[in-house]
């Protein structure tokens, strides 16, 4: 169970220097085909925070097209969550937690400013809670969460309603649209061996579905197994029980996805979606990359925009598609050829 305090450090030993705390915050402007992400993610114990920020329209392949990018690695880390500025310009205030914040921004370039606020539509959801997450009652052991270490220690998840403005090279914005947030926190060692899928669908205040897939890339992009997910409708919050998923990319950025979710009340939905905006993003963490969309979707009437990350580890796709990670595949497979 979430609690307020955790939007927080958490409790750990000074000795642990590998562990970390991160927020992960994403917001759009459907009408003008534009997403945004602010990142954090701090060491308390080695003093240093990473914070990425970005901000994305229409479809780019390539991560110097990017509309805005602001990576820091590294700036000193606050001495808490709950309210801090960094150097690179950003303010966190968790005025209401722990699903309500608001953020500030100023590029030190001058070019891009941000005032908004997230504020949460549903309770803060926990995939290590067996009482909320019923794939754990099912099968106890199932507690890879899909990025190994990065989110063993804890996790949290929520949708909610962006408001506020932004402003990019010259150009004003005004915000008013559904967008979501992830927290975690534990030892973190950034191998980069991992693969997820990210997949918010938030269509308003009253519904909305969240799903992380297993990611795996074998000549061609995989979707699943399920790792955690759930439904949220009418103010109640729903653990999916199973979940099935494709989808199509360009030089792996999404293009369209077919979802097929079912939640422990046995009810099942089924969403398309195709990508109004994309972009490859790097700068978040130096051992991963994210493929990432927003995406439109449309259910019984209802239209709704989500962030869909394909989170790749940098040594996870060089495992499967570099010269020698393919070589030593095929000698483990007792095959020949280049």
């Given at each position: ?54 901000v994305v329209q229409g479809h780019n392949s390539d991560p110097f097209s990017v509309d ?90 929520f949708l909610g309603r962006v408001t506020g403005t932004l402003e990019l090279r010259g ?168």
């Amino acid at each position: 169970m979430i609690k307020p305090e955790d939007a927080d450090f958490h409790p750990n030993h000074p000795t642990l220097k590998r562990w970390a705390e991160t927020i992960g915050f994403w917001f759009a402007i459907p009408e003008e085909r534009i997403y945004g992400n602010v990142y954090v993610l701090a060491r308390p114990n080695v003093g240093a925070t990473i914070s990425s920020i970005n901000v994305v329209q229409g479809h780019n392949s390539d991560p110097f097209s990017v509309d805005f990018t602001d990576p820091h690695m590294h700036v000193p880390c606050p001495d808490s969550m709950m309210k801090f500025s960094l150097e690179n310009g950003l303010s966190v205030e968790v005025d209401a937690p722990p699903t309500g914040y608001h953020f500030t921004y100023e590029s030190l370039a001058g070019v891009c400013s941000m005032d908004m606020r997230l504020d949460g539509c549903m309770p803060a959801w926990d995939p290590n809670d067996p009482a909320e997450n019923p794939l754990l009652s099912v099968d106890p052991e199932h507690t890879d969460l899909g990025l190994g270490d990065a989110w063993a220690g804890g996790h949290l998840d929520f949708l909610g309603r962006v408001t506020g403005t932004l402003e990019l090279r010259g150009k004003k914005y005004t915000i008013d649209s559904m967008g979501g947030m992830d927290r975690s926190w534990g030892e973190r060692t950034e191998l980069g061996q991992a693969a997820i899928s990210y997949v918010h669908i938030p269509f308003d205040e009253n519904f909305g579905i969240h799903l992380v897939m297993a990611l795996d890339h074998d000549d061609e992009v995989s979707y699943g197994p399920l790792r955690f997910g759930y439904v949220y409708e009418d103010g109640k919050v729903y653990g999916i029980t199973s979940a099935e998923m494709e989808g199509s990319q360009v030089d792996l950025l999404p293009t369209s996805n077919r979802i097929r979710v079912t939640d422990e009340r046995g009810r099942t939905y089924e969403v398309y979606g195709s990508a109004v905006a994309s972009a490859p993003w790097y700068t978040f963490s130096p051992s991963y990359v994210t493929f990432q969309a927003l995406m439109r979707y449309e259910l019984d009437g209802r239209l709704g925009y989500g962030l869909m990350a394909d989170t790749w580890g940098i040594e996870f796709l060089a495992d499967r598609t570099s010269r020698h990670g393919r070589a030593a595949r095929r000698l483990a497979a007792g095959t020949t050829g280049r």
